[in-house]
């Protein structure tokens, strides 16, 4: 093998260790880690809770198949359960957001026998199962997988929506909590009503992917319970082992199980359920969804001092920062001259902020003094 694939363009530090939110590289380097792998860092590097959780299992057992009894499977899903407020939905575990989402769109299908997915413009739903839809505002029909064809429609466009699903031939409608990679858009508290009772009408099932939105980072379990609905199916993935590859759906009772309806290799696997309910446990611990509404207050408040930036997107620790500019060599500096770490999206004026749920107002301090510095020398 002569060298990895080259699809991702990297930075030249190699990262050797982390605590909560800090990183060192190989020379030494202290980094603030705001953007935590597309937020997949939910409550901190190296958290003392999750690596105790995951090397006691690793000394016990690691992996063994589906078909043997898991206890630790049943933990998580009560815990979930618990936690998330959906105590009488079930759990399907599988390895990542893509995955959950192919196996929503799977059950959606088996339940209703129909084929026809409308997802929203700027949707991003994984690299198997769907894509990133067109960023014009306009409606298009493309590929969803072999068995799906996907309708884009505008966010918040009722009219369009109910213009589908009156056609009669809809599977589901899949729709973020909050856009990711899309731009940090939303639907209104509104449309996301609306959604549902449409959806319930023409007996439409609904998903709310909750990959990156979900575990905490809106403020609440679950972006979508901003605004007082219930999905049919939940994904999820990116926090919810906090590192660790772990992804699932929670499925309304309504939909019925069948031995070999679904299925997956290493899902649900004990290490991924170890590192799962470590998660939870400090969700809870923690009460890591009340700091994230009140560093988010705080956040919000420091960038008033910034007339630079022209829109705050998202909500909770989910945040975009809007310039009037592209932010590509603002990104390259805070990272090589501030050590922070921040992330993109689609659109070429947002700074993405993704940092663990427990981030402090010192680090906040922190990033909007090295983003102060960093603005100034941007034309130098």
């Not at 679904?262 to 009460?287: K, Q, R, S, Y």
Request: charged share 20%; hydrophobic share 45%; with cysteine.
């Amino acid at each position: 093998m002569k060298n990895l694939f080259d699809v991702y363009p990297v930075y030249d530090i190699v990262p050797v260790k982390g605590e909560f939110a800090k990183i060192w590289d190989d020379k030494g380097n202290e980094y603030l880690d705001f953007y935590g792998g597309h937020g997949v860092i939910s409550i901190g590097h190296a958290h003392p809770t999750y690596v105790k959780a995951v090397q006691e299992q690793v000394a016990k057992l690691g992996f063994y198949s589906n078909s043997i009894v898991n206890p630790i499977q049943q933990e998580l899903a009560k815990k979930l359960a618990q936690v998330s407020g959906y105590n009488d939905y079930n759990l399907f575990l599988c390895n990542s957001g893509a995955e959950a989402n192919e196996n929503a769109l799977k059950l959606a299908s088996f339940h209703n026998k129909k084929k026809k997915v409308v997802a929203f413009n700027k949707s991003f739903h994984g690299r198997t199962s769907a894509a990133v839809a067109a960023t014009d505002g306009s409606s298009l029909v493309a590929p969803l997988n072999a068995n799906h064809e996907v309708v884009f429609i505008a966010l918040n466009d009722v009219v369009a929506l109910e213009n589908e699903l009156a056609k009669g031939d809809v599977c589901c409608v899949i729709i973020e909590g909050i856009q990711g990679v899309g731009g940090l858009d939303q639907g209104t508290p509104e449309f996301f009503q609306q959604l549902r009772a449409l959806t319930t009408q023409h007996e439409v099932v609904l998903i709310l992917d909750e990959i990156q939105s979900g575990y905490g980072r809106s403020g609440k379990f679950f972006a979508h319970q901003h605004h007082n609905i219930q999905a049919d199916i939940i994904s999820m993935a990116k926090g919810m082992g906090n590192g660790f590859p772990i992804g699932g759906i929670l499925i309304s009772p309504e939909f019925k199980a069948s031995h070999g309806l679904l299925g997956t290799t290493f899902g649900g696997n004990h290490l991924a359920c170890a590192a799962a309910i470590a998660v939870l446990d400090t969700i809870v611990a923690e009460n890591l969804m009340q700091n994230v509404e009140e560093i988010n207050a705080y956040f919000v408040e420091k960038t008033k001092d910034f007339p630079q930036i022209i829109e705050v997107k998202g909500r909770g620790l989910m945040l975009g920062i809007a310039f009037d500019f592209d932010i590509a060599t603002l990104r390259k500096k805070l990272i090589l001259e501030e050590n922070i770490f921040t992330g993109s999206a689609s659109q070429k004026n947002l700074l993405r902020i993704l940092p663990p749920l427990g981030i402090t107002k010192e680090d906040i301090d922190f990033f909007f003094n090295g983003l102060k510095k960093a603005l100034a020398t941007l034309n130098n």
